[in-house]
């Protein structure tokens, strides 16, 4: 188990009573050895297996369409895909349903995308929490897509993840090139936009309510909020 934050008796996904700690992101996202400061909150137990599914198809679907060297142990014989696969076959059944052929002959995959969108989310909520100290409901996060390749982003979005001189804003590498990411400010509303970097193949974008005036994180929040503008390294 990594590092964790103070212990809470509320899980961070549902408010409901927690028992159990939940990686973020979930452990099977990640390569072996795991970082020695992977941050856990609190999770009831529903929420900590309940998501497992969804995680184990979004690793599934990032190892089919990626080629970063990342993957490569996790599709190896008797690796977490493979093994994934024994337990459960159907979740092999479901990506090679998804697999097309356009009029170029060409094959694409059409993911289950509220699949994708929950464990998004779902990390979206572990994140906030690692960074503010506080909870918030699902409703407070608009989730603002998925996408296989950074430039595959809007170029608004992609505006917002640099600098006024085009380089990238700084970003939290939780374990290289297998996941990472940045908060900035949406100028327009004054709301937060969360990158996740996925094994440099999925990129997730997220709109997140910014913690609320007054509370007792508000002032380190604005803190963190006013470097955010400032040129990074």
Known sequence: MGKNNKRSSTCVYCGRNAKTRDHVPAKCLLNQPYPNNLFTVSSCKDCNEDFSKDEEYLLFLIATIGDSPTLSEKQMPNGLID??????????????DKLAVDENNRVYLTPESDRVHRVVLKIASGIYYKKYKLSRPQTDFTYLGTFHGFDQIPTPLIVMAHTERFTPKKWTIVQR???????????????????????????????MKPPTRGSKKHNAVLSHQNSLFADSQ
């Open 83 to 96: 093994r994934a696969v024994a337990r459960n076959p159907s979740l092999y059944d479901r990506i090679i």
């Open 177 to 207: 090139d297998v996941f990472s990411y940045t908060i900035v400010r949406n100028w327009q509303n004054s709301r937060l936009i969360l990158f996740i970097n996925l094994h440099n193949t999925l990129w997730s974008c997220v709109e």
